[in-house]
Antibody, heavy 122, light 112 residues
Framework: QLQLQESGPGLVKPSETLSLTCTVS??????????WGWIRQPPGKGLEWIGS???????YYNPSLKSRVTISVDTSKNQFSLKLSSVTAADTAVYYC??????????????WGQGTLVTVSS | QSVLTQPPSVSGAPGQRVTISCTGS?????????VHWYQQLPGTAPKLLIY???NRPSGVPDRFSGSKSGTSASLAITGLQAEDEADYYC????????????FGTGTKVTVL
């Protein structure tokens, strides 16, 4: 059974960089059938796609966040990571990592991590 | 400010049928891109409910069904059960600069 687990600091100061890692178990991140994505959800609000990465390193980013986002992959560790720079209180959210099906391009998210709350505060 | 609009809430009695609409535009659903649906139970991660407009992953009850027409899509829940009380989100691809992989605004389903 595929499992994804987010890890990283739960508290980040304003203007600093948020860094999270997603560890994949029960399957290979190097599969050609999937992308790997990050989605966030501010408290009490809806879902927002942040970006996705293929095992080769090819990335797609949300245009509204692109200038601040970097997603990378480490196939040797079966992990992928998110960095979001210059954070503000508006970046406070539960951050989810998820597997995204590849079929003529990234499609739906079929497996999700449990999510991790990141609070931006001094 | 999502490009996919859903009603904030729908409700129904146990056993009833409810539908949730997902309204898009010519740059997403209307352009032929697939719609997917997720169920988010309170305090948990979203779970894939419908993919490719109308397909159910293994383990999802056939009480859940999806359809798409024009610039909109719908999720129907028949035989509503107490355990269906959750938030539901549609998701698609948008070819404008609105976000690429976009989620709907979300709908809270309440079982009366």
């Amino acid at each position: 059974q595929l499992q994804l687990q987010e890890s990283g600091p739960g508290l980040v100061k304003p203007s600093e960089t948020l860094s999270l890692t997603c560890t994949v178990s029960g399957g290979s991140i190097s599969s050609s059938s999937y992308y790997w994505g990050w989605i966030r959800q501010p408290p009490g609000k809806g879902l927002e796609w942040i970006g996705s990465i293929y095992y080769s390193g090819s990335t797609y980013y949300n245009p509204s966040l692109k200038s601040r986002v970097t997603i990378s992959v480490d196939t040797s560790k079966n992990q992928f990571s998110l960095k979001l720079s210059s954070v503000t209180a508006a970046d406070t959210a539960v951050y989810y990592c998820a597997r995204q099906v590849e079929q003529l391009g990234p499609q739906n998210f079929d497996y999700w991590g449990q999510g991790t709350l990141v609070t931006v505060s001094s | 400010q999502s490009v996919l609009t859903q009603p904030p809430s729908v409700s129904g009695a146990p056993g009833q049928r409810v539908t949730i609409s997902c309204t898009g535009s010519s740059s997403n659903i209307g352009a032929g891109y697939d719609v997917h649906w997720y169920q988010q139970l309170p305090g948990t991660a979203p779970k894939l409910l419908i993919y490719g407009n109308s397909n159910r992953p293994s383990g999802v009850p056939d009480r859940f069904s999806g359809s798409k027409s024009g610039t909109s899509a719908s999720l129907a829940i028949t035989g509503l059960q107490a355990e269906d009380e959750a938030d539901y989100y549609c998701q698609s691809y948008d070819s404008s600069l609105s976000g690429l992989y976009v989620f709907g605004t979300g709908t809270k389903v309440t079982v009366l």
